[in-house]
């Protein structure tokens, strides 16, 4: 190192500082996570996965199983579809509130903040399983625990899409005596429309993904079979259920890419927006979204009814006072630290394949690998890697690991494809190889998509990792399932509770570490 | 022999016709100006030279090294001895100034080499003397977001010093600079070409700045070479001819000063030589 200190590195001790306490902080955490990677070569446990796979051949094709299949398809297709219009209706307005986006200052609602932070904050499944206690087992249960988490979801993402589009075009009608409605109408939503369109669309992807989910909880559609199948260990209807469920993800996948391309074309000369496709599009969704409420025959109206809000209120009065002893507590805390630890683990792993698969070289064989990964659901990943290495939450790192690699990998190779490339092509000019370019040239122009890919990814695993303990993972979804089970509420509560404050921590952390990595 | 061409064509896969029957060679250690209207295939010819395109038709030598059109992958070899001055610099923006300097020599370094040298700058020096040349020593450890347009500019060209390579070639090297700073640049490229004796080809959209700088001038138009003369003899009639599809005007560097004298014709080549002390 030169003496000079002129000509020393000044953020190098900050780099230095940084690198050992992330070794301090993920020590514990890996220790926490009971990460064993020679599990997953123990011959016991690489038998009976063996043998699960083995029997996904041949896949059940039976007219009878191939009836419940198509019914339960349509089901999950409908609880999205309905559960996602019960959100939007839900975030439209939230959003809208909540945003500084328009107003003359740049001034958040704390109430709104804060009741969006509750409602994504407790997982779906945990919506779900209580919805059906008061619902009983279907599919009403699903759409209610979607409306309120994706509500909650897409109320705060639509109200930062506004916040950090450009403000001027809004100010300047504010300024020229436009009320806050018309400014953002005019002035913000020409410039975000593709963006918040194309979250919707994506949402709307993750909706039919979780309605699988909650199916394992009783809320109905290909997660209920899907759960019986794996309780009977019956590989061949399983490994059709998992194709099924491929082909209905990167159906809808391709529908979104679609949309979001049409979205890019430049309208055609003529007075009226609507052309063939915004009308059949329009014309769909409202299709759609009938039939769907029309197909599950939800008794949703019942739900205003004075019986059921007072059988609702003793629900929830059934839950206080939370338990808060000592022994309680001790364990809850055990419970959110293995919550963290599965959460950052499996967040780390998918950060680090899903950037090796998104490498630009390996594209092409890659595509598959990543669309196979993230087509599973985490829940669905969980109970296979709980059969690899055994119950705990390695296995439910893994899980997380498998599904977000899928995620991560795909929104990384975007990220890449998406630097501009001509700091690469200078350097290749001047000599560098492929890596060195990539290196000095397309990573550093991708790495703030990188990052806040990767950090917005945790704060979804941590809502993931705390249920996936429903499947043994361990966690506070553990804790959560059984005392549900036993009908403890009381303690439930509490582990609600700390789910919640869990993910509030994590949020803000990285809230702070996207901004301190900025 | 600094670089060779004869009969050298290129056209684009779309069919454009970019540069054609181009006849030009430079010895080491010479300096020449490309000049001519916008679209005339300056860019192209300064991307054969620097390898980027191939010629579609004739046979051209850089450094010695002939550039065969069958070749699959480019030679890094050569590469690392050219080094190019971009349009716009093209530099990563959260990257470091200094770790984009030391990216000049990124051809020359290993792969372990270049690694390390994210984890801690390995030649800070290097690059603080290459930045010194530019005048922004004190922007070592910014970053290159924090830059205004001319500040990054001369980054990049910082970052081409610090290659130190045997072909320097320049595309409007100074087109986001003002007057006096652009004088100053082209200076600094011309005496750092003459110091390690290597050739330097530059396009300049300033024609003053070019015959106040430069020994020889080549005159482009629709991809063909017009004129290829030394300074002293390129005068007003030829330069009207090359730049007849842009107007009356010469584009020049401009002060604004000289904007108010009395013929708002084009300066004549007199006036054009009074920003001399370049050569």
Same mark, same amino acid.
């Given at each position: 190192m030169p003496l000079n200190p002129a000509l020393r590195d000044p953020i190098a001790s900050r780099r230095l500082g940084g690198a050992v306490l992330a070794v301090l902080v993920l020590w514990p955490l890996l220790h926490a996570a009971q990460v064993h990677p020679g599990a997953l070569l123990d011959p016991a446990n690489l038998r009976v996965i063996g043998g699960f796979l083995a029997g996904f051949l041949p896949p059940e094709t039976g007219p009878e199983f191939r009836g419940y299949l198509a019914r339960a398809t349509l089901e999950t297709l409908a609880i999205a579809t309905a559960g996602m219009a019960l959100a939007w209706l839900l975030a439209v307005p939230l959003a809208y509130v909540a945003s500084s986006a328009g107003r003359e200052r740049r001034t958040q609602n704390p109430v709104a903040r804060g009741l969006l932070t509750i409602l994504r904050s407790i997982p779906e499944l945990v919506w779900a399983l209580l919805f059906v206690r008061v619902l009983g087992l279907g599919p009403a249960a699903g759409v209610l625990a979607l409306a309120l988490t994706y509500g909650g979801m897409l109320a705060k993402v639509y109200a930062e899409i506004l916040e950090s589009t450009d403000p001027l075009p809004a100010k300047a009608l504010r300024t020229s005596g436009a009320s806050r409605p018309v400014a953002?109408?005019?002035?913000?939503?020409?410039?975000?429309?593709?963006?918040?369109?194309?979250?919707?669309?994506?949402?709307?992807?993750?909706?039919?993904?979780?309605?699988?989910?909650?199916?394992?909880?009783?809320?109905?559609?290909?997660?209920?079979?899907?759960?019986?199948?794996?309780?009977?260990?019956?590989?061949?209807?399983?490994?059709?259920?998992?194709?099924?469920?491929?082909?209905?993800?990167?159906?809808?996948?391709?529908?979104?890419?679609?949309?979001?391309?049409?979205?890019?074309?430049?309208?055609?000369?003529?007075?009226?927006?609507?052309?063939?496709?915004?009308?059949?599009?329009?014309?769909?969704?409202?299709?759609?979204?009938?039939?769907?409420?029309?197909?599950?025959?939800?008794?949703?109206?019942?739900?205003?009814?004075?019986?059921?809000?007072?059988?609702?209120?003793?629900?929830?009065?059934?839950?206080?006072?939370?338990?808060?002893?000592?022994?309680?507590?001790r364990k809850v805390a055990l419970g959110t630290w293995e919550t963290l630890a599965m959460s950052v683990v499996g967040t780390l792993l998918a950060a680090v394949a899903g950037l090796l698969l998104a490498l630009p070289k390996m594209r092409l064989p890659c595509t598959l690998v990543l669309n196979t990964l993230r087509s599973v659901p985490e829940l669905v990943w969980a109970t296979i890697t709980v059969l690899c290495v055994g119950l705990g939450p390695f296995a439910g790192a893994l899980a997380l690991g498998l599904h977000t690699a899928g995620v991560l990998g795909r929104l990384y190779a975007e990220a890449l494809a998406n630097v501009p490339p001509s700091?690469?092509?200078?350097?290749?000019?001047?000599?560098?190889?492929?890596?060195?370019?990539?290196?000095?040239?397309?990573?550093?122009?991708?790495?703030?998509?990188?990052?806040?890919?990767?950090?917005?990814?945790?704060e979804m695993n941590i809502r993931m990792a705390a249920i996936l303990g429903f499947v043994g993972a361990g966690g506070l979804g553990q804790l959560l399932y059984f005392e549900l089970s036993l009908f403890h509420y009381a303690q439930t509560a509490t582990v609600i509770i700390a789910m919640l404050l869990l993910s509030v921590a994590v949020d803000q952390s990285s809230a702070w570490l996207r901004r301190v990595m900025r | 022999m600094g670089f060779h061409l004869s009969g050298v064509g290129l056209t684009h896969a779309n069919g454009t016709i970019a540069l054609q029957d181009i006849v030009l060679s430079a010895a080491q250690g010479e300096c020449v100006a490309l000049i001519g209207p916008s679209g005339a295939g300056k860019t192209s010819l300064l991307s054969v030279l620097g390898t980027a395109l191939r010629p579609s038709t004739g046979r051209a030598e850089v450094l010695q090294?002939?550039?065969?059109?069958?070749?699959?992958?480019?030679?890094?070899?050569?590469?690392?001895?050219?080094?190019?001055?971009?349009?716009?610099?093209?530099?990563?923006?959260?990257?470091?100034?200094?770790?984009?300097?030391?990216?000049?020599?990124?051809?020359?370094?290993?792969?372990?080499?270049?690694?390390?040298?994210?984890?801690?700058?390995?030649?800070?020096?290097?690059?603080?003397?290459? &930045?010194?040349?530019? *005048? =922004?020593?004190?922007?070592?450890? $910014? +970053?290159?977001?924090? &830059?205004?347009?001319? *500040? =990054?500019?001369?980054?990049?060209? $910082? +970052?081409?010093?610090?290659?130190?390579?045997?072909? =320097?070639l320049a595309d409007e090297p100074v087109s986001a600079l003002d007057p006096a700073l652009a004088l100053a640049t082209v200076r600094l490229l011309v005496q750092d070409a003459a110091a390690r004796g290597a050739t330097l080809v530059a396009s300049l959209h300033a024609v003053d700045l070019a015959l106040a700088c430069f020994a020889r001038i080549v005159g482009i138009r629709a991809g063909r070479i017009v004129f290829d003369l030394p300074a002293a003899q390129v005068d007003d009639t030829l330069l009207h001819a090359l730049y007849a599809s842009e107007g009356e005007m010469l584009p020049t560097l401009g002060p604004p000063a000289a904007s108010d004298r009395a013929p708002p014709v084009a300066a004549d080549s007199a006036a054009l030589l009074s920003i001399a002390g370049c050569r």
């Open positions: 953002i109408l005019y002035g913000l939503l020409p410039q975000a429309s593709k963006e918040l369109a194309s979250y919707t669309v994506y949402r709307w992807e993750c909706a039919i993904r979780a309605s699988v989910v909650m199916g394992f909880v009783g809320a109905g559609g290909l997660g209920q079979l899907m759960d019986q199948a794996m309780k009977m260990l019956n590989g061949g209807e399983a490994a059709t259920i998992l194709a099924t469920f491929m082909l209905l993800v990167l159906g809808a996948d391709a529908l979104s890419g679609w949309l979001r391309r049409a979205l890019d074309t430049p309208p055609a000369a003529r007075a009226s927006p609507w052309g063939w496709r915004s009308a059949g599009f329009v014309l769909a969704t409202a299709l759609g979204t009938v039939a769907s409420f029309q197909w599950l025959d939800m008794p949703l109206l019942a739900l205003w009814s004075g019986e059921s809000a007072r059988a609702i209120a003793d629900f929830v009065a059934s839950f206080f006072p939370l338990d808060l002893s000592a022994p309680w507590l700091p690469a092509r200078g350097l290749r000019l001047a000599g560098a190889s492929g890596s060195q370019a990539f290196l000095y040239a397309t990573l550093p122009g991708a790495a703030p998509q990188l990052i806040a890919y990767t950090l917005y990814r945790w | 090294t002939a550039l065969t059109a069958t070749a699959h992958a480019p030679n890094r070899a050569l590469r690392a001895r050219i080094g190019t001055v971009h349009q716009a610099p093209p530099i990563p923006p959260r990257q470091r100034v200094v770790t984009a300097v030391l990216a000049g020599r990124l051809g020359q370094w290993s792969a372990w080499k270049s690694f390390a040298s994210l984890v801690y700058p390995l030649d800070i020096a290097g690059a603080q003397a290459a &930045l010194a040349r530019v *005048q =922004l020593t004190d922007k070592l450890f $910014a +970053r290159c977001d924090e &830059l205004s347009g001319g *500040q =990054l500019q001369r980054v990049g060209i $910082a +970052r081409v010093l610090y290659q130190q390579p045997e072909l =320097l």
